[in-house]
């Protein structure tokens, strides 16, 4: 018996959706039929990504977040909801990183990355699950996924990235948590550990000899791109994956087993 994964009637937040990973799963969820709401500081972007996915027969929405801001995350969830109905889908993908020795890293370079990553992740994904709680307890058939997106670096340490990595290992346990504590409510919480993955963020980069050198220690020798994440983002937001909860998937073409 075949299984066609269906996203018609859903709801899918999408923070960080003005660029990389974020634009693909906007894409992504809008061609298996869920209305998507896109998120981010960058509005002109939003807008250019939004005619993309309508051109192509999707349904989008457009609003301001700062996930740094707690009040900008309480307007852009209530803003959400009014312009496209109850979110059923979070895809919790806000994030920044900074490259330098520990030795090196500032209180203001430290703020950034743990603002975005970690306090921002969960003060998001804490202001959905709200409303999503309130209304599975008006309705116990409700099921709803948060997938947070974690990273390798949250996994192994990797060089010159320290703060990235203690970012990315909170989200994984903040993951577990959540998973634990609003499970009993119909939400699903797992997350997604990407290795390298080419974007237009660090394409330039890996053109480089310190690119081109990290490549040749990968196990493929070779890195991944957005879409390499499509399948593992459908399995994780689709209702046919109830019994996955709590789930941390690396999705790195090994990298985690060197």
Known sequence: MGIEVNFEGKIALITGASSGLGARFAKVLAQAGAQVVLASRRIDRLKELRAEIEAEGGAAHVVALDVTDYASIKSAIAHAETEAGPIDILINNSGVSTTQKLVDVTPEEYAYVMDTNQRGAFFVAQAVAKRMIARYKGDPKKQHRIINISSVAGLRVLPQLGIYCMSKAAVIHMTKSMAVEWGKFGINVNAICPGYISTE?????????????????????????PEDLDGLLLLLAAEESRFLNGAIVSADDGLGVL
Do not use: D, W
């Not at 963020?201 to 791109?225: C, D, M, W």
């Open 201 to 225: 963020i660090n394409e330039e980069y890996f053109q480089t000899e310190a690119g081109h050198k990290l490549i040749e220690s990968l196990p493929r020798k070779r890195v991944g791109t």
